[in-house]
């Protein structure tokens, strides 16, 4: 028994090693149980007795199982055959509860034990009763007072002949009053379940919240809102969401609802969304979460979320990428999409922050909730100096097409890395962004210095095709179809690339060129005519 | 001196099988009776259920040499083990503990080799002699016909007169009540000065209502009519516990649940700790500011709540409990709800409780008790007080029309305190009482003589009947002195 407690101390139920302290235990009863049907243990401060023989001694109180029992006043202990396989390992389980209570908890073993009604083990406590409860007093006096008998008697044959009013008669009710129906039965039994599945912590806070509401004295209000102060960090520690959430969104209420509310009241209660939404404290709660996303809180805490402040938006940017549970990052993709959209200026200011590990997060959130007002704010994320930023922001950019956000594309494709570049001239290309011919026009035409392998080419030919159109076609069909001296003058993926951007332009006159182009020679040029050709008629 | 304290039990693994089998043969009992009563005798229920009984008392006779069905008090016991009731045995166990008190029937043995066709009479008798003839005669018939039938393997004992609770039993219902005065003061004071409950002691003194309650509610319930012991406020609260937990009990709650419930209603006046002292214990009626201040101390007792938590967690249960204990069925009553709320179970039992033992109390801003009778009524009748009626039918279930601690005038003209509310379902006007003061007028040396209003002369007239409810102190009785 002592060494499965020392099991139960330090391993779950689950471990292997406490459930081998349980089989252990069922063995040891085996030749107990050879000998009688049952075990009598006298409890003593350092001993187990059995029979006046102490089977168990440990003078070291820490370690006693014997002063485990005796400091909450179990003095008798009787196990009988069959408690080992259910009941003792629930009673060592409580024994280990208790000796680790501190002094001041609400319970102790006897409190404990109480609630388990155990069927084959006995045990037997001190007297509770404290001295301080006494003994009720003894009757009150002589009975009938100081009065006669005959004067009594008097009294009494008055009253009996006074008509008996308020004498309650059986049939005065209904038969039925004394026993309860089945359906009176089915109602209590459904109302006591409700009681138990009962809201109670939201029904209590409700009470707080109403006493806000009805009780303008300060001193309520101060009482009430140090309460929910001490309450909202518990709640969060215990992963009561819904509760926590409610707080939130009552503190908002009552600032509007509660009349008379003291400056400093309405700022306790701006408090708790305020400092809820401290980006440390978001970190703890969302690693909370993540930690707990297989408990399935996910909407109790998407309800908590859903109330934070903007200034919450940068730490949930941060996190999303780092979550491991798929539904608490879908959620929470929901929460900050809501509070983006509805505070741009946060979002201007996080994009002003090039060190802000939120920035590649929000820059991805613009393009993909169309906020438009966030553009003059990639002024400086156009020239941020991770590429991988930069890259986002060209997309972004590319995703929002609005005049600002364009012109900011324009100077992206004189970026340094060429996957901003890249997407920057695809970004002009597919909006057809015609402020940016120059730039497109300028490594079309050969006029640019700068060195592109045959994608970014490509990319450029077919931005050019978009955004020039019929005004394209003459330089296009010179780089197409332009002979030399014995060849033709353009390399053949130079010419692949103007086929294609060709067949951007989708007019008669472009597909003349490309049929013309069609017969070519070169193997790459003619499959990229007939691709463009293909692209062309659809 | 120690007192034991000891854990629900038995001596053997084979408890668990009788308690198992003594569930079902209570149950095979019921609803046989039932079909009995509905059906004629060859219908096709009635015979599945005799099968199902005499299947049932086969089962168990294989282990047991015989058995013995005993009842004790509001409990049943087979071969020594008590039974469990909870609410899906609710209904069984009840009609069949009221058939055995309508018998007088203490103990039924069943021996082996017991036919299913001694079954069919024992049943068909039950319901028959049942309607007929004077509850102290029905034991006698029935046993004669069942000797004429040639039933052999049925026996059956009286039970022994309990006439309230026994002496242990009240003695132990002192100590616990006691305690709980004790732990309840404690804990107010403790309040008024700042401090926090010793909420170790609250709860065992809780779990000894609930064990008293248990093993011998009625001595329990007889203490609430105990007054002038302490301050209102304490002995108010232990008697809405004791009210509370002996409900509880009557509506079919378990060991665990009647401990949160009784928690709940030793707290739920917690609030009037913060309530002026010069109000409460004021004399005289209250004017409404006075008032006003009453009534806050359902909430008063929450915000209290809220603040007892040391090591564990807030008690959310007591802070409804107290707040909502004054909240009619439609959330009327104060104090006023302004979000959803819904009246929970617990705080509509210690409403019943509460508005119950306050309505019978001399306060000291109350003028004048109202007899406990008078309130039942009042509480049954006016769906203006608010009360769930359920409730308030179970109230009356357990205490009686006519409540412990009542003091009644009988037409002989001796005067009496109601002891115990009578076993038989049928004569609940007809309780058992103390005599305390004679037809002469004198007054009878406490505790009173004991007497059955259902007692009966030569002649098959009642020896005594009740001809009014009075007030004890208008002929200087206290009805608590009865009981300690």
């Known amino acids: ?538 | 001196m120690t007192q034991p304290t000891e854990g629900a039990g038995g001596s053997s693994a084979s408890e668990g099988h009788l308690r198992q089998g003594g569930r079902s043969l209570l149950l095979a009992l019921y609803t046989a009776l039932r079909s009995l009563k509905i059906y004629p005798l060859e219908n096709a229920t009635v015979q599945k259920s005799l099968d199902d009984l005499d299947a049932s008392a086969r089962a168990l006779l294989q282990t047991e040499v015989e058995l013995e069905i005993r009842m004790a008090g509001d409990f049943l016991f087979v071969n020594g083990t008590r039974l469990r009731v909870e609410l899906d045995n609710y209904a069984s166990f009840s009609h069949i503990l009221a058939m055995l008190q309508a018998f007088e029937i203490g103990v039924l043995h069943v021996h082996s080799g017991m036919e299913r066709r001694e079954w069919q009479i024992l049943l068909s008798l039950l319901l028959s002699v049942s309607q007929q003839g004077e509850t102290d005669e029905r034991l006698e018939v029935l046993q004669d016909r069942l000797d004429a039938a040639k039933v052999t393997h049925l026996e059956l004992e009286r039970a022994q007169a309990e006439g309230g609770s026994s002496e242990e039993s009240r003695h132990q219902a002192k100590r616990v009540y006691a305690e709980g005065v004790a732990v309840t003061r404690d804990m107010v004071s403790g309040i008024r000065l700042g401090r926090g409950p010793r909420l170790k002691r609250v709860k065992r003194a809780v779990q000894l209502v609930v064990d008293q309650v248990l093993n011998n509610e009625m001595s329990m319930v007889g203490m609430t009519t105990v007054r002038d012991y302490d301050e209102y406020t304490f002995t108010h609260s232990v008697n809405v516990c004791i009210f509370s937990v002996a409900l509880g009990r009557k509506l079919g709650f378990s060991k665990v649940q009647l401990y949160d419930l009784g928690m709940t209603a030793l707290l739920h006046d917690v609030g009037k700790a913060r309530v002026p002292a010069e109000i409460l214990n004021k004399t005289g009626s209250l004017d409404e500011r006075e008032w006003r201040f009453i009534q806050q101390h359902p909430w008063l007792g929450a915000l209290t709540l809220f603040g007892i938590r040391a090591y564990e967690e807030v008690p959310y249960r007591s802070i409804l409990v107290a707040h909502e204990h004054h909240m009619k069925m439609d959330l009327t009553g104060y104090p006023k709800a302004i979000r959803p709320r819904t009246l929970g179970m617990f705080s509509r039992i210690v409403s019943v409780a509460d508005g119950f033992d306050a309505a019978t109390t001399r306060r000291v801003y109350s003028t004048t008790p109202i007899e406990p009778d008078q309130v039942l009524k009042e509480m049954w009748d006016n769906p203006k007080r608010g009360y769930d009626r359920v409730v308030v039918k179970a109230l009356i279930n357990l205490i009686g029309i006519y409540p412990v601690g009542t003091c009644v005038i009988l037409d002989t003209l001796e005067v009496a305190i109601v002891a115990a509310p009578n076993p038989d379902t049928q004569q609940l006007n007809r309780p058992v009482v103390r005599i305390a003061v004679d037809a002469d007028g004198a007054t009878v040396p406490l505790p009173g003589n004991q007497v059955s209003l259902a007692e009966k002369d030569e002649s098959g007239a009642y020896k005594r009947s009740i001809v009014k409810v009075t007030n004890p102190s208008r002929l200087g009785l206290t009805p608590g002195d009865y009981f300690v």
């Open chain 1, 1 to 538: 028994m002592v060494k499965a407690l020392r099991a139960f101390q330090m391993y779950l139920p689950n471990n292997p090693i406490y459930q081998r302290a349980i089989q252990n235990v069922r063995s040891a009863f085996g030749p107990v149980w050879a000998a009688t049907d049952e075990l009598h243990l006298h409890v003593g401060e350092s001993d187990l007795l059995w029979e006046e023989h102490s089977v168990y001694h440990q003078l070291n109180k820490n370690e006693s199982l014997a002063w485990s029992l005796f400091k909450d006043g179990m003095r008798e202990l009787t196990i009988y055959k069959g408690a080992e396989a259910e009941e003792l390992p629930r009673l060592l389980a409580t024994i280990n509860q208790a000796r680790f209570l501190p002094a001041d908890a609400g319970d102790d073993l006897l409190t404990l034990l109480w609630a388990l009604e155990f069927e084959q083990i006995k045990y037997r406590f001190i007297d509770f009763f404290s001295e301080a409860g006494g003994e009720l007093p003894g009757p009150s006096g002589t009975a009938g007072g100081s009065a006669s008998a005959e004067a009594r008697r008097a009294q009494v044959a008055q009253e009996a002949a006074e008509r008996p009013k308020g004498v309650v008669e059986l049939e005065e009710v209904d038969s039925t009053l004394y026993f309860l129906d089945e359906e009176e039965i089915g109602y209590l039994a459904r109302e006591l379940e409700e009681e138990y599945r009962r809201d109670f912590r939201g029904s209590a806070l409700n009470v707080l919240f109403d006493l806000m509401e009805t009780q303008p004295e300060g001193g309520v209000r101060d009482e009430v809102l140090g309460v929910l102060e001490q309450l909202f960090p518990n709640l969060l520690t215990s992963r009561d969401f819904r509760s926590a959430a409610a707080v939130l969104r009552e503190s908002k209420l009552l600032k509007e609802r509660a009349t008379n509310l003291r400056l400093e009241q309405t700022q306790r209660l701006e408090g708790f969304v305020t400092r809820l939404s401290e980006p440390a404290i978001v970190g703890q709660v969302l690693q909370s979460l993540d930690e707990a996303s297989s408990l399935g809180l996910d909407e109790e805490a998407a309800s908590l979320l859903r109330e934070l402040r903007t200034s919450a938006l940068e730490p949930l940017v941060s996190w999303l990428p780092n979550l491991s549970s798929a539904p608490l990052r879908q959620m929470l993709e929901g929460v900050v999409d809501k509070l983006a959209g509805s505070s741009i200026n946060e979002v201007q200011r996080l994009l002003r922050q090039p060190d802000s590990p939120a920035l590649l997060g929000i820059v991805a959130i613009c393009g993909r909730l169309q906020l438009h007002h966030a553009v003059p704010g990639f002024t400086d994320v156009i020239s941020h100096s991770d590429p991988a930023v930069r890259l986002a922001a060209v997309q972004a950019l590319g995703q929002l097409g609005t005049p600002g956000a364009l012109t900011l594309l324009d100077r992206a494709i004189d970026d340094p890395d060429r996957s901003v570049r890249l997407a920057a001239v695809r970004g002009v290309g597919t909006r057809g962004y015609k402020g940016a011919l120059r730039r497109i026009e300028a490594v079309v035409l050969g006029k640019s210095s700068r060195g592109v392998d045959l994608t970014e080419k490509m990319a450029f030919f077919e931005a050019y095709g978009s955004i020039a159109g019929a005004a394209g076609l003459k330089a296009l069909s010179t780089i197409l179809l332009q002979r030399g001296l014995l060849k033709m003058k353009e390399s053949p993926e130079t010419r692949a690339c103007a086929a294609v951007a060709l067949g951007r332009i989708k007019t008669p006159e472009a597909r003349d060129l490309l049929q013309r182009a069609a017969e070519d020679k070169d193997l790459v040029v003619r499959n990229a005519v007939n691709r463009a050709l293909r692209g062309v008629a659809s």
